[in-house]
């Protein structure tokens, strides 16, 4: 199980994904068997023993979920100081909200709501930020779809929060680095347990809204509960000597910790990063690697402080990473060097990752895109971060990079077509808005949809041949009025022209223009195509403008009502689809 003590280390030093347990809390006594490893500082227990452990008033529960469901993998339970500690969450975000000075973040781990606001503290690795970093950080990285893990901890109330009550607002937030199992570390109490009648699974923990389901009996959950016959100590820091002799090593606070038969090295064959002997953190060590170290367990002596180690990760320290930001000078793809204009000089290679956001345009993803865009006279603007290679110019190597053209933020449009210039590229919207189409337009489309067009000269067609004709999509801003958008996408569709309502008394008729005009001047014009809504033998309705001129000539009133396509405005003018004359 991540400890707490573990994840900070991992997150001061960069390490990712220390498995290991440790805790700082006192342990609940009576629990496990009396032949335990003397150095064991949890006990696994049985379903009824959590169950005995959870009714006895309120505790601490540290549970691990597996990756993909609301299912406990382990389970540890505390009791004493632990339900002092401050309450955490760690999962992994899936998007985030904020509006003035609040904020809320979605987790993928069961869509649970995390609040912030500008007095929560914020954190990324062991630097601070401030709340509009934190928002910024997390929304360009949902943006470029990596989804951040983070880290939320909050002060514990006097009593343990209702199991359906899914507050949880965050007096800290960070943002941490590498993979981490999803992991919820909160007080409890006998109301958090639900048993199962008919397992599968055994039972739930309840909290903050979510159902944890315990599967003990398949195997799947595991559940400790914490000694307390023990004092045991937890250590972290940098390497600075090893002495295979008394399979032993210092950190450089002074701190000794020797490896004994019971300790654990976390280690998996093949991880780049992680040591698995002491062997290998001597030979390190002689290499000039730097390697940091935490863990936990048993005081056996002090002045040094001397400790038994139970659990243990090494790991070689990466390099620190140096940010670096500004406009782009110059750039050489064929050698994947790029030059800001602050002097700085970036090396981009193969194991460098080029993020951008596949919705925006104003992000590149190559270095020949950014040559063209150079050679074109835009501006470019990079940022990210990397290792530093040398210092006189600063010349870093990337690990990750961004490219965005400093352009300002693209401006939808859509509307119907008024008319098309095709010489001119331009395309004119009802509301006065002008487009203009350049080469670089993608004009999108579904190709087994033939109300899509693909060209002006199709929409052309299409307006001379009466059709309505939408347009939508997004640009940058040229002028405001008239508002001229250089557009970047764009959509063509033929829709079906909006229908208008109608009504009112007639004022007159024109039997050979085909029109009638109502007293409010609204001019509806009724053709072979128009349905007018008559049966015969209804003495209160009319069927034809001729009807209508003869009841009008006897000084007969004549109402309608119906829909058409708007045609023109001042006077209003509708080409009724649909319509109905009566006295």
Same mark, same amino acid.
């Given at each position: ?5 573990v ?23 009576g ?10 500082f949890f ?10 452990l959870?009714?006895?008033g309120?505790?601490?529960?540290e549970?691990i ?15 004493g100081?632990a ?9 992994r975000v899936?998007?985030i909200?904020s ?6 973040l979605?987790l ?11 007095n929560?503290?914020?954190c ?10 934190f928002?910024?950080?997390?929304t360009e990285?949902v ?9 939320a901890?909050?002060e ?24 981490h199992?999803?992991?919820i570390?909160?007080?409890?109490d006998?109301?958090?347990?639900v ?10 923990i309840?909290?903050l809204?979510?159902?944890i389901?315990?599967?003990?009996t398949?195997g799947?959950?595991k559940i400790?509960a914490?000694?307390d ?5 937890e ?12 399979q032993?090593f210092?950190?450089?606070d002074?701190t000794?910790?020797?490896? /004994?038969?019971?300790?654990?090295? !976390?280690? @998996?064959?093949?991880d780049?990063?992680?040591? =698995?002997? &002491? #062997?290998a953190?001597?030979?390190?060590l002689?290499a000039?690697?730097k390697v ?5 367990g048993?005081?056996e ?7 038994a ?17 500004g406009?782009?000078e ?10 800001l ?7 981009v ?14 992000y590149?993803t190559?270095?020949?895109? /950014?040559?063209?865009?150079?050679? !074109?006279g @835009? ?6 971060? =990397?290792? &530093? #290679? ?14 965005k ?23 004119t ?5 002008e487009?203009?189409i350049?080469d ?7 190709a087994?949809?033939p109300?899509y067009?693909?060209s002006?000269g199709?929409?052309a ?5 009466g ?39 007639v004022a007159?008729?024109?039997?050979d ?8 001047g ?10 007018i809504?008559y ?8 069927p034809s ?18 829909e058409?396509?708007v045609k023109?405005h001042?006077?209003?003018?509708i ?9």
């Open positions: 199980m991540v400890g707490r003590l994840r900070r280390i991992a997150s001061l030093t960069g390490m990712l994904g220390l498995a290991m347990t440790a805790t700082a809390c006192d342990v609940i006594p629990i496990g068997p009396d032949d335990v490893d003397p150095y064991q006990s696994e227990v049985s379903l009824p023993e959590f169950e005995q959870m009714q006895e309120s505790g601490r529960v549970v979920l597996t990756q993909d469901a609301l299912v406990a993998r382990e389970v540890e339970i505390r009791g100081e339900l002092v500690d401050e309450e955490e969450i760690v999962g899936a998007s909200e509006s003035g000075s609040e904020g809320t979605t993928q781990l069961g869509n649970l709501n995390i609040g912030f606001t500008v929560t503290a914020f990324k690795g062991d630097g601070d930020l401030s709340f509009e970093q928002v910024g950080h997390v990285a943006a470029f779809e990596e989804y951040p893990n983070i880290k901890q909050r514990p109330a006097d009593q343990p929060q209702a199991p359906n009550d899914a507050t949880f607002m965050a007096d800290r937030l960070c943002l941490i680095g590498g993979d199992a999803n992991e570390d909160i007080n409890v006998r109301d958090n347990l048993m199962n009648d008919a397992p599968p699974p055994d039972g739930w309840q909290v809204g979510l159902q389901e315990l599967r003990v398949e799947i959950t400790n914490e000694r016959e023990l004092v045991k100590k250590f972290a820091g940098k390497v600075g000597s090893v002495n295979l002799d008394r032993a210092e950190l450089t002074g000794v910790v020797r490896i /004994v038969d019971d300790t654990k090295i !976390a280690y @998996e064959a093949g780049e990063h992680r040591l =698995g002997s &002491l #062997e953190v001597a030979a390190a002689e000039g690697e940091v170290s935490a863990g936990y048993v005081v002596g002090t002045e040094p402080t001397t400790i180690a139970m659990h243990v990760v090494f790991e070689i320290a990466p390099p620190p990473m140096n940010g670096f930001e406009e782009v110059q750039v050489d793809p064929d050698v994947g060097v790029v030059t204009a602050n002097g700085v000089v970036v090396h290679v193969d194991a460098t990752k080029i993020k951008s956001d596949r919705e925006d345009y104003r590149l190559s270095l020949d895109a /950014v040559a063209e865009a150079l050679a !074109a @835009e501006t470019v603007v990079t940022w990210g971060e =990397g290792t &530093l #290679e040398s210092e006189d110019p600063t010349t870093i190597r990337a690990a990750c990079i961004v490219f053209l400093d352009l300002p933020a693209p401006t939808a449009f859509e509307g119907e077509i008024l008319s098309v210039d095709e010489t001119a590229g331009v395309v919207l009802v509301n006065g808005t487009l203009l350049v670089e337009t993608e004009i999108k489309h579904e087994d949809d109300r067009l693909t002006l199709a929409v067609e299409a307006l001379t041949a059709e309505t004709v939408f347009a939508w999509g997004n640009g940058i801003a040229q002028s405001e009025e008239p508002l001229v958008i250089r557009v970047h996408h764009i959509v063509f569709k033929q829709m079906p022209p909006p229908m208008e309502d109608f009504s009112g008394t007159s008729v024109d039997v223009a085909g029109s009638v005009t109502l007293t409010d609204t001019i509806v014009c009724v053709g072979e195509k128009t349905e809504a049966q015969e033998g209804d003495t209160n309705r009319l403008l001729q009807a209508v001129a003869d009841a009008l000539a006897s000084d007969t009133a004549v109402y309608t009502a119906g058409g396509v023109g001042e006077p209003l003018q080409d009724a689809k649909r319509i109905v004359f009566e006295i």
